[in-house]
């Protein structure tokens, strides 16, 4: 259950094709696939632009399908005006879906709710008018800090609906945290929950939004919007904060779509990089909402008859892309599940599997060897024979769990997409169509039609077969990133110099290594830069190093990552001390919470090392080569020759 190796991908030969039963009534079948590519090869943008005109409704057609005259700030359906909020819910209400279950909600007591199309449109125009009531305007920043609730997915699409940019902070964000990212985007309004229940406990949220609007501390934020969750008791700043369930009974049931311009902003979300500072990736209307709608129908095989259920939270870029607007701009029935496998039921993601019949079940690799450890037992006691497929996201899977997750979950019979994308590209970006495409356990297989992936090294040329490099895409797609929220040259310098453009042709630098095997099929590495991917969650080590040094007892922080057979990448923080302080367990407790308050649990380090002194170049850079390596507990190999001061190093294998 470790983590893929160079050496376990290379092993890696099973291939496994789809059925013959699934291909033959899959969306696009292997002949259909190959017609796909072959058109998508021969002019992309044009590809992307009749998917556009046949699969979305426009209030106007766009002139333009793609400028790309200002590299790298791409325009896509450049004049078009639509609303995503129109295209996932009242194009659904003049057919027969609009009875149909749009979210169907499973709490984690064990209470439910079922919103058909028709019922999800008029809580979303309801709330739509709740937000217009108090003063949200076009182009005004909303931010949700929720947990998975249908209220989640009604604010998002109202803040669609009326124009408003919503900025989603995972729930699981501390007050901190919120605050960082309120205050970048200059967020109007919030939109929160008394709390939510995360194993068997309560996620007190809407005490985490008082403490972020502390003292003032985000004067752009004027109200704040509380659904009645758990009902515990909560302050209720007068004049400030309302109750949702209140203000939606004061409002009309009626709110027209605005007609948004295709490249007006849809969305903020925040994610990490390589400095200590969050960026908020911005996508479009038009652009993001034809690749989340064309990925979700193509990768996922999505039919009429589907339940399907994505486990991300919608805090997460996989939970707007294939929780909410992917499934509803194609009229899907979307399970939301507001827990997780908890300690009083194991089993519990099986239960809903069961309870609801659900067909189709996208997943994390982490979630995936959590549920090998609890055991066989649980899925087994269940009928799982409603699945008909199965996805990952968030990390490279280990062979050993794609073939456990295959055989014990997916009855041998369904196939697996493992979908390889980020928050910056809105949706898939390499993935197997299920009944096109074989699989190899640990490859996320091949480019989706119309995307142009390579592996390079850094003059951009691409690297042979089987060797590793970096992984870039070489045209524009229309769900990419636009830009990063009040900072484009951060967008320009992150993602698209790394590798300088090649003969003015420029190159997505995605910040994974890769490599390609003989069938053209994609291994990727995981992360070349700062970043950690700790459950999925992609943290940046220098986040978790600022809030380490705001400790008072904390001079220096360095973070690694190190392999973790469950969480894929485990924290690891060396630590050196102001003079005076003592080190011992109290205050490894108190760093440990210190990280949590800051930004909040994910970010909790695993492991603190206290060290006189950090490894270092002669020019100051901290060696997070060396770290890595005796945070894994292997020998320090490779040069050590630029390090400034040898006996750091020493110490540090003693344990000093
Ligand atoms: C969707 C999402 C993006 C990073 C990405 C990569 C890793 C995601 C993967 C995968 C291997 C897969 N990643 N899916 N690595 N195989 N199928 O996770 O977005 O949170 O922005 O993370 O996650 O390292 O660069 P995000």
Redo the contacts with the bound molecule.
């Keep these: 259950m470790s983590q893929p190796t160079i050496e376990s991908i290379l092993q890696e030969k099973r291939v496994f094709p789809p059925s013959a039963e699934f291909a033959s009534a899959a969306r696009i079948n292997p002949e259909a696939y190959e017609a796909l590519c072959q058109k998508a090869a021969a002019d992309p943008v044009a590809f992307w632009g009749e998917l556009a005109a046949q699969e979305l409704d426009w209030f106007e057609p766009w002139q333009q399908t793609l400028d790309w005259s200002n590299p790298p700030f791409a325009k896509w359906f450049v004049g078009g005006k639509l609303n995503i909020s129109h295209n996932c819910l009242d194009r659904h209400l003049t057919t027969w879906r609009k009875n149909k279950a749009a979210i169907i909600w499973e709490g984690e007591p064990g209470d439910s709710r079922t919103l058909t199309y028709a019922q999800l449109h008029r809580e979303v125009c309801q709330f739509a008018n709740v937000l217009k009531s108090l003063g949200i305007q076009k182009g005004d920043v909303v931010g949700v800090y929720m947990p998975m609730i249908p209220e989640a997915a009604i604010a998002m699409l109202a803040c669609a609906r009326i124009g408003a940019v919503h900025s989603v902070v995972f729930g699981g964000f501390s007050a901190e945290a919120l605050r960082d990212r309120l205050v970048d985007g200059q967020a109007k309004l919030v939109v929160t929950a008394d709390g939510g229940w995360r194993k068997d406990a309560i996620v007190p949220l809407k005490d985490s939004v008082d403490q972020a609007l502390e003292g003032n501390a985000c004067p752009s934020v004027q109200h704040v919007l509380v659904v009645e969750r758990t009902k515990q008791d909560i302050h209720m700043e007068p004049g400030r904060d309302h109750w949702w369930h209140e203000l939606q009974q004061t409002v009309s049931a009626t709110c027209p779509a605005e007609p948004m311009d295709s490249e007006d902003l849809l969305f903020v979300l925040y994610?990490s990089g390589s400095t200590g500072k969050p960026k908020g990736v911005v996508h479009t209307t038009g652009g993001y909402n034809l690749y989340a709608h064309i990925t979700t129908q193509w990768t996922f095989d999505l039919q009429d008859t589907d339940v399907y259920w994505c486990t991300a939270d919608v805090g997460?870029?996989?939970g707007h892309s294939y929780i909410v607007y992917g499934p509803l701009s194609n009229g899907a029935t979307t399970l939301m599940y507001e827990g997780a496998p908890r300690a009083s039921n194991p089993g519990c993601f099986w239960d809903v599997i069961e309870k609801y019949g659900v067909t189709t079940f996208y997943t994390a690799p982490t979630a995936i060897r959590a549920f090998i450890k609890m055991g066989e037992q649980h899925p087994a006691a269940r009928d799982l024979s409603s699945l008909r497929l199965l996805g990952?996201?968030?990390?490279?899977?280990n062979p050993e769990a794609w073939i456990w997750y295959h055989r014990v979950i997916g009855g041998d019979r369904c196939p697996i997409v493992?979908?390889?994308?980020?928050?910056?590209t809105g949706g898939h970006m390499i993935t197997s169509l299920p009944g096109a495409v074989p699989t190899k356990p640990g490859s996320?297989t091949k480019p989706f039609p119309g995307i142009l992936a390579d592996v390079v090294d850094l003059d951009g040329r691409s690297v042979p077969d089987n060797e590793g490099g970096y992984l870039v895409i070489r045209h524009p797609w229309p769900g990419m990133m636009r830009t990063v929220y009040g900072d484009p040259d951060r967008f320009r310098r992150t993602y698209w110099e790394h590798i300088p453009p090649q003969n003015g042709q420029y190159l997505y630098f995605?910040?994974?290594g890769a490599r390609r095997d003989a069938d053209g099929y994609f291994w990727?590495m995981?992360?070349v830069d700062d970043v950690i991917?700790v459950s999925?969650?992609?943290l940046g080590t220098m986040e978790i190093e600022s809030a380490l040094v705001s400790h008072p007892a904390v001079a220096e922080a360095a973070v690694v990552g190190r392999p973790d057979d469950l969480k894929g990448e485990g924290i690891v923080a060396f630590i050196t001390l102001e003079s005076g302080i003592e080190t011992g367990d109290e205050l490894v407790k108190d760093l440990k919470k210190h990280v949590a308050q800051e930004i909040g649990a994910i970010a909790r380090p695993d492991e603190i090392r206290f060290s006189e002194a950090l490894p270092k170049t002669r020019s100051g850079k901290i060696m997070r080569r060396l770290l890595r390596s005796l945070a894994a507990g292997q020998e320090v190999s490779g040069d050590t020759s630029t390090l400034e001061d040898r006996s750091v190093l020493d110490k540090l294998r003693q344990g000093t």
């Excluded at 493992?418 to 910056?424: I, K, M, R, S, V």
């Design positions: 994610t997460w870029i996989t990952t996201v968030g990390e490279p899977i493992d979908t390889w994308w980020q928050t910056e996320a995605a910040g994974d990727v995981g992360r991917n999925g969650h992609r």
